[in-house]
Nanobody
Framework: QLQLVESGGGLVQPGGSLRLSCAASGFTLDYYTIGWFRQAPGKKREAVSCISSSDGSTYYAGSVKGRFTISRDNAKNTVYLQMNSLKPEDTAVYYC????????????????WGQGTQVTVSS
């Protein structure tokens, strides 16, 4: 599996911002399309955003469009998720993973998930 390590989560008030990082270890991230997924307690894991390795095209779930921005810095071997205007419903564990991105659908390339990073939005 490709080892990716998530970081940057934390506790933030509604309306606040966080930037999550997804760092690759032992391989070059340039060649992979990467997605951010999240899983809230009692809910299924869902795709939040993906970014293509080929042309930088992106996908955003409807619930985060306009608030979240995905980007990649190949020099740093890292993908970021900038999250603004956070809402309590954004509370979840966030994971990054290599994905297959076809027809605007992001699907995990394999079924191995890292530790993730906890995001809690609460006053």
């Amino acid at each position: 599996q490709l080892q990716l390590v998530e970081s940057g989560g934390g506790l933030v008030q509604p309306g606040g911002s966080l930037r999550l990082s997804c760092a690759a270890s032992g391989f070059t991230l340039d060649y992979y399309t990467i997605g951010w997924f999240r899983q809230a307690p009692g809910k299924k894991r869902e795709a939040v955003s993906c970014i293509s390795s080929s042309d930088g095209s992106t996908y955003y779930a409807g619930s985060v469009k306009g608030r979240f921005t995905i980007s990649r810095d190949n020099a740093k071997n890292t993908v970021y998720l900038q999250m603004n205007s956070l809402k309590p419903e954004d509370t979840a564990v966030y994971y990054c993973i290599a994905v297959i991105f076809i027809q605007n659908i992001c699907s995990p390339m394999y079924d191995y998930w890292g530790q993730g990073t906890q995001v809690t939005v609460s006053s």
